[in-house]
């Protein structure tokens, strides 16, 4: 099953034809509309014209995450205010979040990449999705409403959370497909499982589940508990939101990335080196078709591998491996990304606190869990139980008001956070994935 | 008037308060009265000691978070109804105790209460007002 079989199943040279098409005119945009495209392009001595062909692209400067944050909110935008239709902004960041704008011909692109992504993982109309990825300044929610409205199938906005209420509507609504994160799904089972309620017995047949790591043996626990098919997607804000690249229905092998819109490359992620095919490192992507915010070989900091290999499905497009880590030090915390640089300078804005502290990831009950541990030095200290009590709450509140993630706040000892040279270990993550 | 308590701060797991005890006592530091509050995570483990300078010199050489507080020693009568007097003195003055502990040591024959108050010269001046015998901290540390 296809959504657009032209453009899914275009033959590669076809289809890279049409990709140094799309490059050469969005370097051109990009070149004429953005003034840090502009210097980082002149500085690198390129010019849009120098790109001839696809391997060409390799000598274009990578854009990061911190030049997105450099330009908050909107100096990356190729296009004026007066044609951006939607402003989105990436989850979790403490003070500057990173904001991407879609003009509205770039939400009908994602909207048919989503609906591409949808059909991808076998759903179609008369399919009823449960769309339990959070709707906001998060892409997740919209993102997928977006595309499942555009293929026409019949989508229930709940958002995340009110497990009880989830569990009532896929009895009552008939739910057939479940879009969430891998590990609220797991959370949905345990539920149920508590309520007596049977999936076996529900109409669930397929899940659509992202926005954190997850693995192979989480896929079979899934499948088994909640009686359906789990399939892996993938999307990042800053490229466009879900619907970046998806799992085929039929061979539940890697993830398909839509690459008349968008080109990947891995790389070392230290020498920044293009890697070839099947080699693991970090992800780039360039954008082609976006007009509100196209972005040029934007690290990812993902991990993962790429395969050019045809696939059962018939689509010719390209297919990435599961995410298998970070090259960075961000954490995914049940959907949230927190960077410890984030948590450090909440706890240096709390009067007295010193920023020795450890992070302690978990996954209990298929939920994940942070502990943030600080020491107690005389600053903060106080003969009064009351006090200290007060002093972790505030830390547990801080860190939920800014980056939005429930945690646990633990009061140590002194020097019990190792010290080491150069570099702290700020993270314990105990999640076996 | 004042008596000085050193207050130390101790993580909920095994061996912790022996280390104390330990570094107190090898350094020939004598506990007079304790008292440990604790939480699931934490304690606060309240001393007071003969020696209060050289009790928080060792104790944080060895990497304790130590602080010193200003209690109060009260002589409470050894008789039934005793402590309530004293406590009926301070609420009349609408002073809240924060914490506390019985010294071990009597004095002639009376029992001896470590208080911390939210307000301490306040409580002071209500429990003298009420004619109750207030122990000075020299008396107290070589009681």
Same mark, same amino acid.
């Not at chain 1, 968008?262 to 970090?282: S, Y």
């Not at chain 1, 070989?297 to 050019?308: A, E, K, M, N, Q």
């Not at chain 2, 301070?90 to 924060?98: H, Q, S, T, W």
């Given at each position: 099953?296809?959504?657009?079989?032209?453009?899914?199943?275009?033959?590669?040279?076809?289809?890279?034809?049409?990709?140094?098409?799309?490059?050469? $005119?969005?370097?051109?945009?990009?070149?004429?509309?953005?003034?840090?495209?502009?210097?980082?392009?002149?500085?690198? $001595?390129?010019?849009?014209?120098?790109?001839?062909?696809?391997?060409?692209?390799?000598?274009?400067?990578?854009?990061?995450?911190?030049?997105?944050?450099?330009?908050?909110?909107?100096?990356?935008?190729?296009?004026?205010?007066?044609?951006?239709?939607?402003?989105?902004?990436?989850?979790?960041?403490?003070?500057?979040?990173?904001?991407?704008?879609?003009?509205?011909?770039?939400?009908? &692109?994602?909207? +048919?990449?989503?609906?591409?992504?949808?059909?991808?993982?076998?759903?179609?109309?008369?399919?009823?999705?449960?769309?339990?990825?959070?709707?906001?300044?998060?892409?997740?929610?919209?993102?997928?409403?977006?595309?499942?409205?555009?293929?026409?199938?019949?989508?229930?906005?709940?958002?995340?959370?009110?497990?009880?209420?989830?569990?009532?509507?896929?009895?009552?609504?008939?739910?057939?497909?479940? &879009?969430?994160?891998?590990?609220?799904?797991?959370?949905?089972?345990?539920?149920?499982?508590? +309520?007596?309620?049977?999936?076996?017995?529900?109409?669930?047949?397929?899940?659509?589940?992202?926005? +954190?790591?997850?693995?192979?043996?989480?896929?079979?626990?899934?499948?088994?508990?909640?009686?359906?098919?789990?399939?892996?997607?993938?999307?990042?804000?800053?490229?466009?939101?879900?619907?970046?690249?998806?799992?085929?229905?039929?061979?539940?092998?890697?993830?398909?990335?839509?690459?008349?819109?968008?080109?990947?490359?891995?790389?070392?992620?230290?020498?920044?080196?293009?890697?070839?095919?099947?080699?693991?490192?970090?992800?780039?992507?360039?954008?082609?078709?976006?007009?509100?915010?196209?972005?040029?070989?934007?690290? &990812?900091?993902?991990?993962?591998?790429?395969?050019? +290999?045809?696939?059962?499905?018939?689509?010719?497009?390209?297919?990435?491996?599961?995410?298998?880590?970070?090259?960075?030090?961000?954490?995914?915390?049940?959907?949230?990304?927190?960077?410890?640089?984030?948590?450090?300078?909440?706890?240096?804005?709390?009067?007295?606190?010193?920023?020795?502290?450890?992070?302690?990831?978990?996954?209990?009950?298929?939920?994940?869990?942070?502990?943030?541990?600080?020491?107690?030095?005389?600053?903060?200290?106080?003969?009064?139980?009351?006090?200290?009590?007060?002093?972790?709450?505030?830390?547990?509140?801080?860190?939920?008001?800014?980056?939005?993630?429930?945690?646990?706040?633990?009061?140590?000892?002194?020097?019990?956070?190792?010290?080491?040279?150069?570099?702290?270990?700020?993270?314990?993550?105990?999640?076996?994935? | 008037?004042?008596?000085?308590?050193?207050?130390?701060?101790?993580?909920?797991?095994?061996?912790?308060?022996?280390?104390?005890?330990?570094?107190?006592?090898?350094?020939?530091?004598?506990?007079?009265?304790?008292?440990?509050?604790?939480?699931?995570?934490?304690?606060?483990?309240?001393?007071?000691?003969?020696?209060?300078?050289?009790?928080?010199?060792?104790?944080?050489?060895?990497?304790?978070?130590?602080?010193?507080?200003?209690?109060?020693?009260?002589?409470?009568?050894?008789?039934?109804?005793?402590?309530?007097?004293?406590?009926?003195?301070?609420?009349?003055?609408?002073?809240?105790?924060?914490?506390?502990?019985?010294?071990?040591?009597?004095?002639?024959?009376?029992?001896?209460?470590?208080?911390?108050?939210?307000?301490?010269?306040?409580?002071?001046?209500?429990?003298?007002?009420?004619?109750?015998?207030?122990?000075?901290?020299?008396?107290?540390?070589?009681?």
């Amino acid at each position: 099953m296809f959504f657009n079989e032209e453009f899914e199943t275009l033959p590669r040279p076809a289809l890279e034809a049409l990709q140094l098409k799309r490059l050469q $005119a969005v370097l051109e945009r990009v070149y004429d509309n953005v003034p840090f495209y502009k210097a980082s392009f002149d500085k690198a $001595a390129i010019r849009p014209g120098d790109v001839r062909s696809l391997d060409d692209l390799q000598r274009l400067p990578f854009t990061t995450k911190q030049d997105m944050r450099d330009s908050y909110p909107y100096a990356l935008f190729a296009a004026p205010m007066e044609e951006i239709v939607r402003i989105h902004a990436s989850s979790g960041t403490t003070g500057k979040p990173t904001v991407v704008g879609y003009t509205r011909k770039d939400i009908e &692109t994602w909207s +048919e990449l989503m609906a591409r992504t949808l059909v991808t993982a076998s759903v179609h109309t008369g399919d009823i999705i449960q769309n339990a990825y959070g709707y906001g300044l998060f892409t997740g929610g919209l993102g997928v409403h977006n595309g499942a409205e555009r293929l026409g199938a019949s989508v229930i906005p709940i958002s995340g959370g009110n497990t009880k209420r989830q569990i009532m509507i896929m009895q009552d609504f008939g739910s057939t497909v479940l &879009t969430c994160t891998p590990s609220y799904s797991l959370f949905m089972a345990e539920e149920a499982k508590v +309520e007596g309620v049977d999936f076996k017995k529900l109409k669930l047949r397929v899940g659509i589940f992202g926005a +954190e790591p997850w693995s192979e043996a989480m896929r079979g626990e899934i499948e088994e508990k909640l009686n359906l098919v789990a399939l892996d997607i993938y999307g990042l804000s800053e490229i466009m939101g879900p619907g970046v690249a998806q799992e085929c229905f039929e061979g539940k092998c890697g993830l398909h990335i839509w690459e008349d819109h968008f080109i990947p490359e891995i790389i070392n992620p230290v020498t920044g080196q293009r890697l070839g095919e099947g080699e693991k490192g970090e992800l780039v992507v360039t954008t082609i078709t976006k007009q509100g915010i196209p972005l040029i070989r934007y690290r &990812t900091r993902d991990i993962t591998s790429i395969t050019y +290999e045809p696939c059962i499905c018939g689509r010719t497009h390209a297919r990435i491996a599961r995410m298998s880590g970070r090259s960075d030090d961000m954490l995914i915390i049940r959907g949230v990304n927190v960077f410890p640089s984030q948590i450090e300078s909440i706890l240096v804005g709390i009067e007295g606190v010193e920023p020795h502290y450890l992070l302690i990831v978990d996954r209990r009950d298929n939920l994940d869990t942070l502990e943030v541990q600080v020491e107690v030095d005389e600053q903060i200290f106080s003969d009064e139980v009351k006090v200290l009590q007060k002093l972790s709450r505030r830390i547990e509140k801080e860190i939920k008001d800014m980056l939005g993630v429930t945690c646990t706040a633990k009061l140590v000892e002194p020097k019990t956070i190792q010290r080491s040279e150069g570099k702290a270990k700020r993270v314990i993550d105990n999640r076996k994935l | 008037m004042k008596v000085e308590q050193i207050s130390i701060f101790i993580e909920n797991k095994s061996g912790r308060l022996a280390e104390v005890t330990r570094i107190l006592g090898d350094a020939g530091i004598n506990i007079r009265a304790l008292a440990l509050a604790d939480t699931s995570d934490f304690g606060i483990l309240r001393l007071i000691v003969n020696d209060v300078e050289k009790a928080k010199l060792v104790l944080k050489e060895k990497g304790f978070t130590v602080s010193k507080t200003e209690v109060v020693a009260v002589e409470v009568p050894d008789r039934p109804g005793g402590l309530s007097a004293i406590l009926q003195a301070l609420d009349a003055e609408r002073i809240n105790v924060e914490y506390m502990y019985a010294f071990v040591e009597r004095c002639g024959g009376n029992a001896v209460i470590i208080f911390r108050f939210d307000e301490t010269d306040k409580a002071i001046a209500a429990l003298k007002n009420s004619t109750f015998n207030i122990l000075e901290g020299e008396r107290l540390y070589s009681m």
